[in-house]
């Protein structure tokens, strides 16, 4: 369902991704994780198509995202760090532009509108102008605009980022779920506690590589401990230096 070959972007002397090739499966909940700088974002917006590789493809359910736009997007939803919302508009305004914007009939928008903004405990400010909620609550309504049209693949970058313990733990749960029903998850974090409570597999990038791939079963036997994903992430990343 995400398939990176062999991927590089470069911005002049530096090389902020290099050489990273990754498969994910369908239904797979990935956690990617990396120090600062590590060229996690990069990667990610490589993969959204918001930026083009100097080398190598990004693939999402098999159609490039750089000579297929069209056909990749429609099956990807993705939720950046911070993301932008229209601050205008209403939560319900968006959520209906954004259904609008993936083709979604009227009936389906508000279906899946309601159910979710139910889930995310949105009713009360869905009337409400973005540009007055708090970041949390604009984080939540950038996930479920990004959920309207039950993406194929979901990725997300920080995705605790402005969240209470109740609203973060909602989040987690929607997205174990939607990967147990088939939707391939990536998630960019800073949280080593999401990668070890939820990811099926892990993957850590450093100096624009991806230096580990695996479970955490996997990654322990790779770095020859048996402790903690701090620990295990500690001595990948100290290694790759």
Request: proline share 3%; with cysteine.
């Amino acid at each position: 369902m995400i398939e990176l070959d062999q991927l590089v972007k470069s911005f002049g002397d530096l090389v902020a991704v290099n050489n990273v090739s990754l498969k994910i499966g369908r239904g797979e909940f990935f956690a990617m994780l990396g120090p600062n700088a590590a060229g996690k974002t990069t990667t990610i917006k490589l993969l959204a198509g918001l930026m083009k590789p100097t080398a190598g493809a990004a693939r999402i359910c098999g159609f490039d995202v750089q000579t297929q736009p069209l056909e990749a997007r429609r099956r990807l939803a993705y939720v950046p760090d911070f993301p932008f919302l229209y601050d205008k508009l209403t939560a319900w305004e968006f959520f209906r532009f954004t259904g609008q914007m993936f083709q979604l009939d009227a009936a389906r928008i508000e279906k899946n509108a309601q159910e979710l903004v139910a889930r995310f405990h949105l009713a009360e400010f869905a009337d409400r102008a973005l540009e007055g909620l708090s970041h949390g609550t604009r984080q939540r309504v950038a996930i479920v605009s990004a959920l309207l049209h039950d993406p194929e693949v979901f990725v997300i970058d920080e995705p605790m980022v402005g969240l209470d313990p109740q609203h973060a733990r909602i989040v987690k749960d929607v997205l174990k779920e939607r990967s147990l029903a088939g939707m391939t998850v990536l998630v960019s974090t800073h949280q080593l506690s999401i990668a070890e409570e939820m990811a099926d597999r892990i993957g850590i990038i450093n100096g624009g590589k991806l230096i580990a791939v695996g479970t955490r079963d996997e990654l322990r036997k790779q770095s020859g401990l048996a402790g903690a994903l701090e620990e295990i992430f500690l001595s990948l990343t100290a290694e790759a230096k």
